[in-house]
């Protein structure tokens, strides 16, 4: 079930993403036409103009629009977060389920799954509830990443020590954003990556590959990286672990 669920997620992410990849050296204008870019790059490079005329500065402006877009899908992160958090919590109880059920008969599996999703039930914890706030939130992300690249006004103007268009010529941004990146995914799985190896693995993977990324990009999608990794860093810290629907499972009470 999980993986059929992951790789749809990964089917749908890719989808989304190469929706707008063709396009993606195309600057976007009031004559660029498609769903995509009339309805999601072109508004939100509006947006993003606005501000800059309003504060003098496009970096100034991808820094609140950033900051906006990431309250505006704010519900839907911190739904996602605290099923994350629960889901984890429940880790050592799911783990004495497998040792438990270790077997790989088709009987034991399905008595581990029936167990699995009573002790979800049992807590009150959805394991589905933190995908669908993934698939809602990534065109948003998607786009403002589109309309970050494609704004040839942004390529134009500088911001601190570095040109808005071009890559950060220290290097800083790009180590600042895997930094965050790290420390972010972190604190999101505390205490489920000794669990969990490819949780692990994670956690140095996707720091590693956003330094990548961003030391080939403009320095404007890496100002939006390590500002979106803040944010995102802080909300975290001020979420709490959900408290777990206390209650005992009816096969443990049927054993009773």
Known sequence: MRKKLFLGITIVFLLTVLSGCTEINQPITAESKGFWNEYVVYPLSMVITYFADLLGSYGFAIIIVTILIRLLILPLMIKQLRNTKAMQALQPEMQKLKEKYSSKDAKTQQKLQQETMQLFQTHGVNPLAGCFPILIQMPILIGIFHAITRTEEIANN???????????????LPIIAGVTTFIQQKMMM?????????????????????????????????????????????????????????????????KK
């Open 158 to 172: 500088s911001f601190l020590w570095f040109d808005l268009g071009s890559r950060d010529p220290y290097f800083l």
């Open 190 to 254: 505390a205490g489920n990556t000794t669990q969990n190896p490819q949780a692990a693995m994670l956690l140095w993977i996707m720091p590693i590959m956003i330094v990548i990324f961003a030391i080939n990009f403009p320095a404007a999608l890496s100002l939006y990286w390590v500002v979106g990794n803040l944010f995102m860093i802080v909300q975290t810290y001020f979420i709490k672990s959900p408290d777990l629907k206390p209650g005992q499972s009816k096969v443990e009470g049927a």
